[in-house]
């Protein structure tokens, strides 16, 4: 691991244009449970019931309970492997974090370029008047919440059967062919349209390196090599590694 680390800070310095895909893995080491592992959240809540468009506009209040109790995993902060990007962004050779996690850990570790592909759970939106509510202004005692206009507020996170919203689908598959160098962190690389958004990146010439606790079907196939572990772990020493090459 060691010397695969070494290579990712070469790598990283050698590339300078640099973009990150995450997902649910990284938000695991926060204490965010994943949601399709066993123990998940689709083990409780059942995303045909609770988290399909579908089911919204029939049942508004049924999503919000889910969110609800989404509200603990909330508070979550972020982790080692969370800091060490955002440093890696101060240094210059981060450009953009593509996530597909809905709670805003990167932004609160410091990450200024955040893409966030399917939403964030942390925002609501009316769909009325299309204002926009941070999780502190929502109150969730009246199922589902309203807007001042009395508009009701959807989770302001792609819902299955939704479409990714066109912006963010844009600007991640422009930075994917733009980048030289491609992080992809603690996602399973089995969810589309974001699981190939890697081989987008590969396609256009950029290295992929693979950092997670068990093999995807991006290793051997679109990684170029993969260390295996924990983010929280490998990424702080990649930075290490970059201060010393600096």
Not at 48 to 67: C, G, L, N, R, T
Not at 103 to 113: K, N, V
Not at 126 to 151: A, D, F, M, Q, T
Not at 205 to 226: C, M, Q, R, W
């Amino acid at each position: 691991m060691e010397d695969l680390i070494k290579r990712a800070a070469r790598d990283i310095v050698e590339a300078k244009k640099v973009v990150a895909l995450t997902g649910s893995g990284m938000s695991a080491e926060s204490g965010i449970p994943t949601f399709r592992d066993q123990g998940g959240f689709w083990e409780k809540y059942n995303p045909e019931v609770y988290a399909h468009i579908d089911v919204f506009f029939s049942q508004p209040e049924k999503p919000w309970q889910m969110v609800k109790a989404f509200d603990q995993q909330l508070k979550a902060k972020p982790n080692p492997g969370h800091l060490a990007l955002a440093e890696i962004e101060k240094m210059g050779f981060l450009k953009e974090i593509i996530t597909q996690n809905v709670d805003s850990l990167h932004q609160q570790a410091g990450s200024t370029e955040v893409i966030e592909f399917h939403g964030n759970l942390r925002r609501g939106v009316c769909l009325v008047c299309g204002k926009y509510y941070e999780w502190g202004k929502i109150s969730l005692e009246v199922l589902p919440p309203r807007c001042e206009c009395n508009g009701i507020l959807k989770p302001d996170a792609v819902f299955f059967g939704e479409q990714i919203p066109e912006e963010a689908f844009q600007r991640s598959y422009e930075a994917s062919r733009k980048c030289k160098l491609m992080l992809v962190i603690g996602t399973s690389a089995i969810v589309y349209p974001a699981a190939g958004i890697p081989q987008v990146a590969k396609q256009a010439g950029a290295v992929v390196v693979e950092i997670n606790p068990e093999k995807t079907p991006l290793t051997n196939f679109i990684s170029d090599y993969s260390i295996i572990g924990k983010a929280g772990i490998i990424l702080p020493e990649i930075v290490r590694e970059l201060k010393r090459l600096a």
